[in-house]
């Protein structure tokens, strides 16, 4: 009986609410979705992102930037770690950072085409908020054509 609660409540918190795209008008953490957290075993980089993220949501971006740089220390090759970064600097009007971020984390990502889309729509928030319309369509169309 207790594996099948065990069971049951494993298999309820793996079902998910489905993305619906927020309007185009609204605030930039509401058009990103969240990513998943970071693919590491390291108990203290999820600490640290963990930190960051409490950190961005309360408004110390600096604070967050600082944490995720840390984790980036200990695991420079997590492209969720360098996707996240990319997060806080697309929050803190760091724009072209953002983006080159973005960039970094794809070229980490390897096959997996779900954080590489993500990565294309950090890139396309960041062009688009820099005036440049004709770039942020180019990578949002990069997006699209990863998600399928």
Same mark, same amino acid.
């Given at each position: ?128 908020? $820099? ?8 990578a949002l169309d990069t997006a699209? $054509?990863?998600?399928q």
């Open positions: 009986m207790k594996r099948s609660v065990a069971l049951a409540a494993l298999v309820a918190g793996c079902a998910g609410v489905p993305d619906i795209p927020p309007p185009p008008g609204a605030p930039v953490e509401d058009r990103i979705a969240r990513p998943a957290p970071p693919a590491s075993e390291n108990v203290a980089v999820l600490s640290l992102v963990q930190n960051a993220r409490a950190d961005s949501g309360a408004g110390r971006l600096a604070n967050a930037g600082a944490t995720l740089e840390r984790a980036l220390r200990i695991e420079p090759r997590n492209p969720r770690l360098w996707q996240e970064l990319a997060r806080v600097r697309l929050k803190q009007g760091e724009f072209a950072q953002a983006e080159s971020v973005a960039v970094r984390s794809n070229s980490w990502a390897g096959a997996d085409a779900a954080l590489r889309a993500e990565n294309w729509r950090l890139i396309a928030e960041s062009r688009e908020a $820099r005036g440049d319309t004709v770039g942020a369509r180019d699209s $054509r990863m998600a």
